[in-house]
Structures are given as structure tokens and as C-alpha cells.
């Protein structure tokens, strides 16, 4: 708008401010630099006009602008906040009226100048003071140029502003869980009603608006559910989604997210950092459960196992966006409980337990949208399938030791309708232990859930979902083939988030293992839970 100004002199604001403080204006005092007031003073009267005049709607037809009108608002809270204006060297007003259009373009460019100042110190300038002042210059573009302002690099001067205006930010989130949970008789014998609670304050720090430095620190005393599966291992396929990331601290203080994520242009993101599961680099198509604090109750329906739930929290990952609908994710992470700072053999970024793995993700509108992944993991066999693998269905060949394992994955979602989604996955496994004669296995799992949302109340989701937990199949070991029974394990779950306000929820739900441990001979676990969720 303001390419068609030519070079001009410095024209000084020193003339607006009694004026504007007769009229309420808090006037701050300031040093004019380059600027003679009195010279300024005579230019400023030869375009003043001594007759005044009645207000008119449009601001570009006033002239004279009185204490009434929107731009005079707007200029005095630019000098109210920035300090922009200084008064007449005697610190006299010398008039009776309503500020010129002259006087007031006068100040509107020394308001420019002082917040390209406050910039340049690095100190914060609001958005919509920036807006404001966009909004005043177009409106007084022809007085700003007949005072001879040095208009001709104004739109060069706001674009500096816009894109310096962001300040070192850090905010604070909180969440805190309370859970009221009852076990049913399969719980190697704790069948008692707990109360538990997880609590996490969360830091994000910004540097330029668009990237993310982020320090969790949680506690919790969330109990590892555990069922009973006669002379095998205990399974730990019941668990709770919400127990802490590092276990049952007994409410002891841990850091459970370090990492930084940033853009590299417009298509390009990179995450660096040493506490940082895969879980928050992938896009897991599962919006209504992948939340531990507000999705599933169950651990094993939060997202696809096999692709989310592999070992290593220290590394990078970076996603490149090739449009709107197809984009590619890959990470390597390294560690398990912090394994990858432990410099002895078998450890490290490089020599101990890790993942790697890519995403290919598709989503051709806002309501549909799928992945097709695969994760490489070397780890304990325990750990494959997020701790869902059955212990007992592995053999004494692949227990507690490690693997290699090939994980392919197929994840998506789907809004049918404005207040009904469907989300699910299928996973399988290929667990192979070279050093120990060739011991391999198969794991299969699928699971489907149906989210109702909005339902009673807006923000409240009704989750119904189910599937098949980690399946062993195909055990090899040195004895040769071992001969599994047809039994599966089977995980149904149903629960009804509600919002009681914008930041506290309640969430009543019962999940229920069948076989646990794939044998059928196990009780079945159920697990009722009462869930509530305070965010701020």
C-alpha cells in the first residue's frame, strides 16, 4: 500500500502529546532523537486548521480526530503501552481542539519507530498492537506523507515487526489423575479397590514461535496390573494405560520428556532428544485413545503395539510433508531407562537395546486418514508388543533375552460422521534370536474401537473398542517346533468420558482380558475403573 511513497524527512511526533494528555492520555517521556520540535511545531501548523469540526463516521474524512473516535483510541493505547510521544519542550499545550489529522500522523510515526526500538532490544510487542498500527497507517497514508515522514519503507518496517515480535516463551501445562480401581480375581491375588494418582507439569519453551523445547516431570503410584496364569509367568496384559511412562514411582519425582522439535522450512520437522518414546514423533491414527491421561483405560487399546510400543527413548526423528496428504516419518531411538548414557558394552546410543523404523502416512481429507509402518527393534523378547506378549506362550528359549524383531504395522482412522470415528490397526511381529540356535517366533494383533462423540454433553466420548492381544505363533527354539494351543487372548473394553467443565473429566469404564497369557485355563481379568482427569 505504501510503495507509492517517495523518501521524505523525519517528521517529529512532539506536538501530540499534551494534546492527547488533556483528554486522558498518560504521556511518557521520552528522548526525540534527530528531531528539531521547533521547526516541527511551524510544519505541523501550516497544515493544522484553527476552525473546528463535527465528527463524521469515517475516519478518513475526519479533520480533526477527536478522543471519541476509534483511531484516537488506538494511537493512545500504542502511547500508553510504548511510551511513544513526548510533549512540547516548555511541556505546554499549545491549543484548545481535538488533535489534526497532521498532529496525529505525527505521532503514529513515532509509535512506529519506537516499537521497531523495542524490538530490536528484544523486547515483546503485541499482535494486535501491530494490527492496530497496520490499520492506522493505511488510514492516515496521506498525511503521514505531506508531513514529510520517511514513509517510503513503511510496509518493510510492519514485516519487521511481524516477524520479530515473538519473545522466548515458556508455558506450563499440568495434568493430574486420580484413579479409583477395582481388580477383578485374577489379579494374582490384589483384588483390593486402590486409589492411585499420576501427576505431570509439563514445560514447553519457544524461541521463535514454531519450534518446542519440552521438559516433563511426572510422579505417580499407578500399580502394574499383573494377572495370574497358574505355573507360567505372570501376564502383564491387563495394564492400565495411565501407569507412569517409567513405572510406579511412588510418587517420586522423575523427568519423563526431554526432547526439542523444530521446522526446517516448510515441510521438513526434526525431533533430537534423550527422553523422547516413538509414540511422540508417529502419527498413531487412534485420536480418541492414543491420550493416557483421556483416552483407552487399558493399556493394550491406546494404539498398535508392535509400531508405538518398541524400546528406545533417546535419538531423532524427523517427517517430511510432501503435500497435504502424503507425508514420511522415520526415527531411530536408542535406550531403555536411560541405557543409552550408560557407556559399558552392551550399551549406549549405538551398542545396546534400540529402534528403528518409517511411516508412510496418508491422509487425503480431515476425516480419513491411514499409515503403513515398520519398526525394527532389538531388545528383550519381553518388551516386544509394549509388555502385551504373552511370557508363557515364548518358551524359556526367547524369554528375557535379546531379539531382533521385524514389525510391520497398518494403522488408520475414520470420521464417518460429524459424531461417529472408527479407529484401528493390525500388527505383526517376526522375533528372531540368532545367538541362541535360530529361536524365532510370530506375533499377531489386531484391534478395532468406535468412538459416539458429543454424546450428552459436547467433548464427551463414548469408546467401545476390542481386539486380539499379541498372538505367539510359530515358536521355533533348539529343541525344534513347540506346539501351541488354539487359545487367543482377547481384550473388549467400554468407557464414557465426561466433561465436567473445560478442564476437569471424569471417566467410568470396565475392560475385560480373556486368556490371559494365551491359556485358556487363566480366569478371566476385569478391571473397573473410575478416571478423573484435572488439566490446566
Given at each position: 500500500m505504501f510503495k507509492s511513497f517517495k523518501k521524505y524527512s523525519i517528521a517529529t511526533p512532539t506536538v501530540i502529546a499534551l494534546a492527547m494528555a488533556t483528554n486522558g492520555v498518560v504521556v511518557n517521556s521520552a528522548n526525540a532523537n534527530e528531531i528539531n520540535p521547533d521547526n516541527t511545531l511551524q510544519q505541523v501548523s501550516e497544515y493544522n486548521q484553527t476552525q473546528p469540526m463535527g465528527q463524521v463516521t469515517s475516519v478518513s474524512q475526519l479533520r480533526d480526530v477527536s478522543p471519541t473516535d476509534w483511531a484516537f483510541e488506538a494511537l493512545r493505547s500504542l502511547v500508553e503501552r510504548y511510551g511513544c510521544i513526548v510533549g512540547y519542550p516548555d511541556r505546554?499545550?499549545?491549543?484548545?481542539?481535538?488533535?489534526?489529522?497532521?498532529?496525529?500522523?505525527?505521532?503514529?510515526?513515532?509509535?512506529?519507530?519506537?516499537?521497531?526500538?523495542?524490538?530490536?532490544?528484544?523486547?515483546?510487542?503485541?499482535?494486535?498492537d501491530i494490527e492496530k498500527l497496520k490499520r492506522l497507517m493505511a488510514e492516515f497514508e496521506t498525511e503521514l506523507a505531506a508531513l514529510g515522514a520517511r514513509v517510503d519503507n513503511l510496509e518493510g518496517r510492519v514485516a519487521f515487526l511481524e516477524d520479530h515480535q515473538f519473545s522466548t516463551t515458556t508455558k506450563l501445562k499440568g495434568e493430574a489423575i486420580f484413579a479409583l480401581t477395582g481388580f477383578g480375581p485374577n489379579s494374582q491375588g490384589d483384588d483390593q479397590v486402590t486409589l492411585s494418582d499420576r501427576v505431570r507439569l509439563t514445560l514447553d519453551s519457544s524461541f521463535s514461535g514454531k519450534d518446542r523445547l519440552r521438559v516433563?516431570?511426572?510422579?505417580?503410584?499407578?500399580?502394574?496390573?499383573?494377572?495370574?496364569?497358574?505355573?507360567?509367568?505372570?501376564?502383564?496384559?491387563?495394564?492400565?494405560?495411565?501407569?507412569?511412562?517409567?513405572?510406579d514411582t511412588g510418587n517420586d519425582v522423575v523427568i519423563d520428556r526431554v526432547y526439542y522439535t523444530a521446522p526446517l522450512g516448510d515441510k521438513?520437522?526434526?525431533?533430537?532428544?534423550?527422553?523422547?518414546?516413538?509414540?511422540?514423533?508417529?502419527?498413531?491414527?487412534?485420536?480418541?485413545?492414543?491420550?493416557?491421561?483421556?483416552?483407552?483405560?487399558?493399556?493394550?487399546?491406546?494404539?498398535?503395539p508392535v509400531m508405538y510400543r518398541n524400546t528406545g527413548d533417546a535419538g531423532i526423528g524427523a517427517k517430511y510433508k510432501f503435500n497435504d496428504t502424503f507425508d514420511i516419518t522415520a526415527s531411530y531411538l536408542a535406550g531403555s531407562n536411560s541405557s543409552a548414557a550408560d557407556p559399558t558394552d552392551g550399551n549406549g546410543l549405538f551398542n545396546g537395546v534400540y529402534s528403528a523404523g518409517v511411516q508412510f502416512g496418508i491422509n487425503p481429507n480431515k476425516n480419513l486418514g491411514f499409515g503403513i509402518g515398520y519398526m525394527f527393534a532389538y531388545d528383550n523378547a519381553n518388551n516386544i508388543g509394549g509388555g502385551l506378549t504373552p511370557l508363557g506362550a515364548l518358551g524359556n528359549d526367547l524369554r528375557n533375552v535379546r531379539v531382533e524383531s521385524h514389525n510391520v504395522g497398518i494403522q488408520g482412522n475414520w470420521r464417518i460422521a460429524e459424531q461417529f470415528n472408527v479407529s484401528g490397526w493390525g500388527g505383526y511381529s517376526d522375533l528372531n534370536d540368532p545367538s541362541n540356535g535360530g529361536a524365532s517366533a510370530d506375533l499377531w494383533t489386531f484391534a478395532l474401537n468406535f468412538s459416539v462423540l458429543d454424546l450428552m454433553k459436547e467433548g464427551a466420548v463414548l469408546n467401545i473398542g476390542g481386539g486380539m492381544l499379541p498372538y505367539v505363533d510359530a515358536v521355533e527354539t533348539r529343541g525344534g517346533n513347540v506346539t501351541l494351543g488354539g487359545n487367543t487372548s482377547w481384550i473388549v473394553e467400554g468407557n464414557y468420558k465426561y466433561p465436567v467443565t473445560d478442564n476437569i473429566s471424569i471417566t467410568p469404564g470396565i475392560y475385560a482380558v480373556f486368556n490371559p497369557n494365551q491359556d485358556d485355563s487363566n480366569d478371566t481379568a476385569v478391571v473397573g475403573v473410575l478416571r478423573t482427569v484435572f488439566q490446566f
Amino acid at each position: 500500500m505504501f510503495k507509492s511513497f517517495k523518501k521524505y524527512s523525519i517528521a517529529t511526533p512532539t506536538v501530540i502529546a499534551l494534546a492527547m494528555a488533556t483528554n486522558g492520555v498518560v504521556v511518557n517521556s521520552a528522548n526525540a532523537n534527530e528531531i528539531n520540535p521547533d521547526n516541527t511545531l511551524q510544519q505541523v501548523s501550516e497544515y493544522n486548521q484553527t476552525q473546528p469540526m463535527g465528527q463524521v463516521t469515517s475516519v478518513s474524512q475526519l479533520r480533526d480526530v477527536s478522543p471519541t473516535d476509534w483511531a484516537f483510541e488506538a494511537l493512545r493505547s500504542l502511547v500508553e503501552r510504548y511510551g511513544c510521544i513526548v510533549g512540547y519542550p516548555d511541556r505546554t499545550f499549545r491549543g484548545n481542539r481535538a488533535l489534526s489529522r497532521y498532529e496525529f500522523a505525527a505521532g503514529l510515526n513515532a509509535c512506529m519507530q519506537q516499537m521497531e526500538r523495542l524490538i530490536a532490544a528484544s523486547e515483546a510487542v503485541m499482535k494486535e498492537d501491530i494490527e492496530k498500527l497496520k490499520r492506522l497507517m493505511a488510514e492516515f497514508e496521506t498525511e503521514l506523507a505531506a508531513l514529510g515522514a520517511r514513509v517510503d519503507n513503511l510496509e518493510g518496517r510492519v514485516a519487521f515487526l511481524e516477524d520479530h515480535q515473538f519473545s522466548t516463551t515458556t508455558k506450563l501445562k499440568g495434568e493430574a489423575i486420580f484413579a479409583l480401581t477395582g481388580f477383578g480375581p485374577n489379579s494374582q491375588g490384589d483384588d483390593q479397590v486402590t486409589l492411585s494418582d499420576r501427576v505431570r507439569l509439563t514445560l514447553d519453551s519457544s524461541f521463535s514461535g514454531k519450534d518446542r523445547l519440552r521438559v516433563r516431570l511426572a510422579a505417580g503410584n499407578v500399580p502394574r496390573i499383573r494377572t495370574q496364569t497358574g505355573n507360567n509367568p505372570s501376564s502383564t496384559q491387563a495394564r492400565l494405560n495411565f501407569e507412569q511412562f517409567t513405572g510406579d514411582t511412588g510418587n517420586d519425582v522423575v523427568i519423563d520428556r526431554v526432547y526439542y522439535t523444530a521446522p526446517l522450512g516448510d515441510k521438513f520437522k526434526f525431533w533430537v532428544g534423550t527422553v523422547m518414546p516413538s509414540e511422540d514423533i508417529y502419527q498413531t491414527f487412534s485420536p480418541y485413545t492414543e491420550s493416557s491421561g483421556t483416552g483407552s483405560l487399558s493399556r493394550a487399546l491406546r494404539f498398535n503395539p508392535v509400531m508405538y510400543r518398541n524400546t528406545g527413548d533417546a535419538g531423532i526423528g524427523a517427517k517430511y510433508k510432501f503435500n497435504d496428504t502424503f507425508d514420511i516419518t522415520a526415527s531411530y531411538l536408542a535406550g531403555s531407562n536411560s541405557s543409552a548414557a550408560d557407556p559399558t558394552d552392551g550399551n549406549g546410543l549405538f551398542n545396546g537395546v534400540y529402534s528403528a523404523g518409517v511411516q508412510f502416512g496418508i491422509n487425503p481429507n480431515k476425516n480419513l486418514g491411514f499409515g503403513i509402518g515398520y519398526m525394527f527393534a532389538y531388545d528383550n523378547a519381553n518388551n516386544i508388543g509394549g509388555g502385551l506378549t504373552p511370557l508363557g506362550a515364548l518358551g524359556n528359549d526367547l524369554r528375557n533375552v535379546r531379539v531382533e524383531s521385524h514389525n510391520v504395522g497398518i494403522q488408520g482412522n475414520w470420521r464417518i460422521a460429524e459424531q461417529f470415528n472408527v479407529s484401528g490397526w493390525g500388527g505383526y511381529s517376526d522375533l528372531n534370536d540368532p545367538s541362541n540356535g535360530g529361536a524365532s517366533a510370530d506375533l499377531w494383533t489386531f484391534a478395532l474401537n468406535f468412538s459416539v462423540l458429543d454424546l450428552m454433553k459436547e467433548g464427551a466420548v463414548l469408546n467401545i473398542g476390542g481386539g486380539m492381544l499379541p498372538y505367539v505363533d510359530a515358536v521355533e527354539t533348539r529343541g525344534g517346533n513347540v506346539t501351541l494351543g488354539g487359545n487367543t487372548s482377547w481384550i473388549v473394553e467400554g468407557n464414557y468420558k465426561y466433561p465436567v467443565t473445560d478442564n476437569i473429566s471424569i471417566t467410568p469404564g470396565i475392560y475385560a482380558v480373556f486368556n490371559p497369557n494365551q491359556d485358556d485355563s487363566n480366569d478371566t481379568a476385569v478391571v473397573g475403573v473410575l478416571r478423573t482427569v484435572f488439566q490446566f
